[in-house]
T-cell receptor, first 111, second 115 residues
């Protein structure tokens, strides 16, 4: 099965800085990769999707990159705000229908 | 649009009991999924469905069963509950996982404890 690694330690940053989260995977590259936000006691909420033939995607203050050589995706939040504090999950799609999720990285943005 | 709804929100089961977790979506999505999330862990796929009458196993299907008789509903059945099934269960739906959008819409979850 696929192994997906996200930094299990919380990321603590100051408001206004850029937060960078990492998602590493083993074995073969997925068809595409998604990033989700999850708040305590709630279901994940979709943020961004990037395909294996795309290098970078942006949406407002969010940016995701996908390097199939390094088997890694980076998720950036620029000008971070305390409201961005949450757990961020990456999800990889394999075999057209099956999603594998990482364990998530908790982001704490301090005012 | 209610999106994806799940019932119940909470449930405590005794070992060996059975129950059905309900999931309904009103977005006319063909794809539906059941995940479980253990504390501090990511989501693991239990079962998924690509349309009414079609289901398939995910990563951790043992101890569970599903059915998909309509586009809207995708119930998850637990037979002979075990403490290892204590978890938060999320249902999700998607219009097309490898299509233009592919985003999954998640329900609020069901927190299940087996004692």
């Amino acid at each position: 099965s696929q192994k997906i690694e996200q930094n299990s330690e919380a990321l603590n940053i100051q408001e206004g800085k850029t937060a960078t989260l990492t998602c590493n995977y083993t074995n073969y590259s997925p068809a595409y990769l998604q990033w989700y936000r999850q708040d305590p006691g709630r279901g994940p909420v979709f943020l961004l999707l990037i395909r294996e033939n795309e290098k970078e995607k942006r949406k407002e203050r969010l940016k995701v990159t996908f390097d199939t050589t390094l088997k890694q995706s980076l998720f950036h939040i620029t000008a971070s705000q305390p409201a961005d504090s949450a757990t961020y999950l990456c999800a990889l799609l394999y075999n057209f229908n099956k999603f594998y999720f990482g364990s998530g990285t908790k982001l704490n943005v301090k005012p | 649009n209610a999106g994806v709804t799940q019932t119940p929100k909470f449930r405590i089961l005794k070992i060996g009991q059975s129950m059905t977790l309900q999931c309904t979506q009103d977005m006319n999505h063909n794809y539906m999924y059941w995940y479980r999330q253990d504390p501090g862990m990511g989501l693991k796929l239990i079962y998924y469905s690509v349309g009414a009458g079609i289901t398939d196993k995910g990563e951790v299907p043992n101890g569970y069963n599903v059915s998909r008789s309509t586009t809207e509903d995708f119930p998850l059945r637990l037979e002979l509950a075990a403490p290892s099934q204590t978890s938060v269960y999320f249902c999700a739906s998607s219009s097309a996982p490898s299509g233009t959008h592919g985003e999954q819409f998640f329900g609020p979850g069901t927190r299940l404890t087996v004692l």
